[in-house]
């Protein structure tokens, strides 16, 4: 079992930065493939990025390419989402997720093979 908190959201203005951490606990997070999503009111979630569990790939929706970055920390049982020059359209509820992958080596893109979730949170961008 995996536990996953997530932290660093907030309201803040367009151009600025903000940086996610979700944190495991309950088994070692390096063997799991790690993911952030998003859902804003009245769409349906996203994927915003995804990493493998050595932390050596990574994937980025178009819509966030260049302006964010994944990153984990195996030691510390963290995964980060840097996230700058954030724009309004980046406003949503943000969750990490976290898939088994003792033997993987890639990444996961579909939410649905995500076996644990964090309860998610709030970035609110204001122009």
């Known amino acids: 079992q995996v536990q996953l908190v997530e932290s660093g959201g907030g309201l803040v203005q367009a151009g600025v930065s903000l940086r996610l951490s979700c944190t495991a606990s309950?088994?070692?997070?390096?063997?799991?493939?790690m993911g952030w999503f998003r859902q804003a009111p009245g769409k349906e979630r996203e994927v915003v990025a995804a990493?493998?569990?050595?932390?050596?790939?990574?994937y980025y929706a178009d819509s966030v390419k260049g302006r964010f970055t994944i990153s984990r920390d195996n030691a510390k049982n963290t995964v980060y989402l840097q996230m700058n020059s954030l724009k309004p359209e980046d406003t949503a509820l943000y969750y990490c997720?976290?898939?088994?992958?003792?033997?993987?080596?890639?990444?996961?893109?579909?939410?649905?093979?995500?076996?644990?979730w964090g309860q998610g949170t709030q970035v609110t961008v204001s122009s």
């Open positions: 309950g088994r070692t997070s390096s063997n799991y493939a």
């Open positions: 997720a976290a898939r088994s992958a003792p033997n993987g080596s890639g990444y996961y893109l579909n939410g649905g093979v995500y076996g644990y």
């Open positions: 990493i493998n569990r050595s932390g050596d790939s990574s």
